[in-house]
């Protein structure tokens, strides 16, 4: 499948943001808008803004036009470096003059996925430092690609014909085949080894969602269904489209005991199918479900 690209530069054209949605707004205008940033195609879509979005949901009353004051402050410090390389530059900004850090003593927490306290910690997961690299992009002229590496996010930086890795975890250093190599047996095992889908490009769409995602399977670990069913609510407020965050809404719905919300997105599932086989399995689950509701 051809990969799609997240690109970055300055003066791209916004969704409607905080500003114009006033500094505290309502979850209801926070959601609609979160709704219209969804309908943009994957090439205009705000990750940042996004993200910032999500995250108010569980801030009422945050003071949102700070948060992004911030975001434009790191891109206007990675211009002032105009000079450097890109990937330094980026490194320079975010985790030396701003000091963002992987947090690698309380990774598991939860405050790590949620950017508004990400910003405030100046600590976070590598998603969501990974987020901040894209909004201190904008004062680039350069590519930045999330990558699909499993179980640690990275990023790709491209100008020219130049392109290297970074990991937003580690000052956003450079990673080098040997350091990937290492990463991926610390993951995957010792047997593991390197493979070209690892390095495939993801929309700026599903960095996002990845971010819940990483949210997700933790409250859903420690048994917050209830919590892990607003997390994949929000994905698909995020990821309309995608059938099988659907079908993740339905299944956690129906082990709540929540039948008539599973068969309803069931429903949006079959109708958003990405393939025959998710079809049929989505129909067979829908009849249980309708099954229990009789």
């Not at 990023?155 to 975890?169: A, L, W």
Request: glycine share 6%; proline share 4%; aromatic share 6%.
């Amino acid at each position: 499948m051809l990969s799609l690209v997240l690109f970055i530069a300055l003066g791209k054209p916004r969704a409607r943001t905080f500003r114009e949605l006033g500094t505290m707004p309502t979850q209801t205008e926070i959601e609609t808008t979160l709704g219209q940033i969804a309908r943009q195609d994957d090439s205009s879509f705000d990750a940042p803004e996004a993200a910032l979005l999500v995250s108010a949901l569980d801030h009422p009353g945050a003071d949102l036009e700070r948060y992004r004051r911030h975001l434009l402050d790191l891109a206007e410090a990675v211009a002032a470096r105009a000079g450097q390389e890109p990937a330094a530059a980026l490194a320079d900004t975010v985790a030396h003059l701003y000091g963002y850090q992987g947090d690698r003593h309380t990774y598991d927490d939860m405050k790590n996925a949620d950017l508004l306290a990400v910003i405030d910690r100046r600590r976070g997961l590598p998603v969501a430092l990974g987020l901040l690299y894209i909004a201190a992009a904008k004062g680039l002229e350069a590519r930045l690609a999330g990558l699909s590496f499993p179980g640690h996010f990275l990023m790709r930086v491209e100008v020219g014909n130049e392109r290297v890795i970074i990991d937003p975890f580690s000052d956003g250093k450079t990673a080098t085949t040997a350091v990937l190599r290492r990463l991926i047996k610390r993951i995957q095992g010792p047997d593991a080894e390197l493979d070209p889908s690892y390095f495939e490009e993801v929309t700026p769409r599903a960095v996002v969602i990845r971010l819940l995602m990483n949210s997700r399977i933790r409250a859903a670990r420690s048994g917050n269904l209830e919590r892990a069913i607003e997390l994949v609510r929000r994905m698909t407020l995020v990821a309309p489209n995608d059938g099988r965050l659907w079908a993740d809404l339905a299944e956690l719905h129906s082990a709540r005991g929540n039948l008539s919300a599973a068969a309803n997105a069931f429903e949006h599932s079959i109708a958003r199918a990405p393939d025959d086989g998710f079809r049929a399995a989505a129909e067979r689950a829908l009849e249980d479900v309708r099954l229990k509701l009789n």
